[in-house]
């Protein structure tokens, strides 16, 4: 829908139209009203403002940062822009004919200008043209509730609401309480995707996606690389065996592992000076740069929620519409990471479409359908099937429940084990393809309840996986799936056999 078109559905709706600009005290009002107004730029708030204005409302976005935010410029496309010439060339050192062609180190400079340009430069230039041309408006500068459906922005201008705010303002990076850590300038998550220039010694504390991505691209560019873990192992959120072989392959690749230890102190004498990691196992490391990626808080806590009765800087309880609950009038919505249901970038897109869906039809009085499980206004997939790839080498791709999830949940189980490595594609996609599968089935009902896969390439696996939770496929009907031969997705027709003990 044309921004045209948006605003003759809103004048039809009854009130000013949002695309209005006069110079009266009036027209002012009426220029700075609109049906949602989005607080946060970044995927879920681009995607939730397009979903309600392609349903006729109008829509503004509030973001004081770069339009596109975090998985645009210090996330998703910077660290895979990173991740993709370190499992290019490990691939191709596994393929006769090219072993000797790939032999040699990484570009380094090659990389890092690979990855400036997936990042835009950080420029939000093209974002910024989106979403002129989709009609929806953009205000910059930090918004922040001052009551119900209203919003000021830095400036002094004040936004009015007619249907929704939708909170989209994602998380940030944790620092934990260790003495002398702020104070030597560690790097988060941003300054690992964003670095100009190859550490010499890089130490990373935490064993999760972010931790593990950034150990395989860092150390693959030249840096040596010291993984520090509190747990026992790595990627602890999903199946034990995902960690280990991701563990194991980071071991070859030269990265030094520990487990089992803990950070009691930091110390750097002056800026761009190394600094000293002390451990609680009494000994130290001396290191160029130190990466905390430890978890992450919601960014709510200047968006003035206690003038709507919520307590600031926590996450935000939401039902399955995603409207914020505890509020009356059921205008506040939150979606994405600020709701903690599940902090990744494509299930913040998923929860915009389920949201930007229930505000329209909201506003326009259509009952909704929050209690079917899988209707258009329910956000169900944020507990029954998501999915998630971590782009470290070997790939970890996973859907749905774990086994140890689905046993905590009650459900009768049976576990499916196979090695990847062991179909036709995967014997032709890389030489000594290392590689594992599982699958959870419900027994009761027969359909799969999760899905995980390691080994390289497997991310392209996960959807078909993805399809079969979502979809509660039986398990009969998917043995009528026909994997195309000689792919590695044959492993379901191999997962499929064992299950039924052919």
């Known amino acids: 829908m044309s921004a045209n078109r948006a605003s003759e559905a809103t004048a039809a709706a009854g009130g000013p139209q949002a695309a209005g600009g006069g110079t009266g005290d009036g027209d002012r009002a009426a220029a700075d009203t609109y049906d949602v107004i989005v607080l946060g730029g970044g995927p879920t708030g681009e995607n939730l403002a397009d979903r309600v204005h392609a349903a006729g409302l109008s829509a503004v976005l509030v973001e004081h940062e770069l339009v596109g935010g975090e998985c645009s410029y210090w996330a998703c496309m910077p660290s895979k822009a990173l991740l993709r010439p370190v499992t290019a060339r490990s691939e191709a050192r596994r393929v006769p004919g090219l072993k000797d062609a790939a032999a040699g180190p990484l570009d380094a400079p090659a990389v890092l200008a690979h990855r400036d340009a997936f990042a835009s430069y950080w420029k939000d230039d093209g974002q910024v043209r989106w979403l002129d041309s989709a009609g929806i408006d953009l205000v910059r500068g930090r918004g922040r509730l001052v009551g119900p459906r209203r919003v000021a922005v830095d400036g002094g201008r004040t936004l009015l609401a007619r249907h929704a705010v939708a909170v989209c303002t994602g998380s940030r990076p944790v620092l934990p309480d260790v003495p002398g850590l702020a104070e030597a300038g560690p790097w988060t998550s941003r300054d690992a995707t964003s670095a100009k220039s190859v550490p010499g010694r890089l130490v990373i504390v935490g064993g999760g996606v972010v931790g593990v991505e950034m150990a395989t691209a860092w150390r693959a560019l030249g840096a040596a690389v010291t993984l520090l873990v509190r747990g026992d192992g790595l990627l602890p959120r999903m199946e034990p065996f995902a960690g280990q072989l991701v563990a194991e392959s980071l071991a070859e690749a030269g990265v030094t592992l520990r487990t089992g230890v803990e950070v009691r102190e930091v110390r750097r004498e002056a800026p761009g000076r190394p600094l000293t990691v002390h451990l609680d196992t009494g000994d130290a490391l001396i290191a160029d740069e130190l990466l905390i990626a430890t978890g992450r808080a919601p960014r709510t806590e200047d968006l003035g929620l206690e003038t709507v009765g919520l307590t600031p800087g926590g ?158 496929v039986p398990i009969e009907r998917l043995w009528h799936a026909v994997p195309a031969y000689p792919t590695i997705s044959e492993i379901w027709l191999r997962l499929l056999e064992t299950y039924r003990g052919d």
């Open 315 to 472: 996450w935000l309880d939401v039902d399955e519409t995603l409207r914020v609950t505890g509020v009356p009038g059921g205008w506040l919505y939150g979606a994405g990471d600020v709701n903690h249901r599940a902090l990744l970038t494509h299930q913040g897109k998923y929860q915009a479409r389920i949201a930007g869906a229930a505000i329209a039809a909201r506003a326009r009085g259509v009952p909704i359908l929050e209690t079917d499980r899988w209707g258009a206004h329910s956000a169900s997939a944020d507990r029954h099937a998501v999915p998630q790839v971590v782009f470290s080498d070997p790939e970890a791709a996973a859907v749905g429940l774990s086994a140890a999830e689905a046993e905590r949940a009650g459900y009768r189980i049976r576990v499916v084990d196979h090695d990847l490595g062991a179909v036709a594609g995967a014997s032709l996609y890389a030489d000594g393809y290392r590689g594992r599968a599982r699958m959870v089935v419900d027994l009761d009902r027969e359909v799969l309840l999760g899905a995980t896969f390691v080994g390289p390439g497997v991310g392209e696996l996960l959807h078909s996986a993805t399809v079969a939770v979502a979809g509660e």
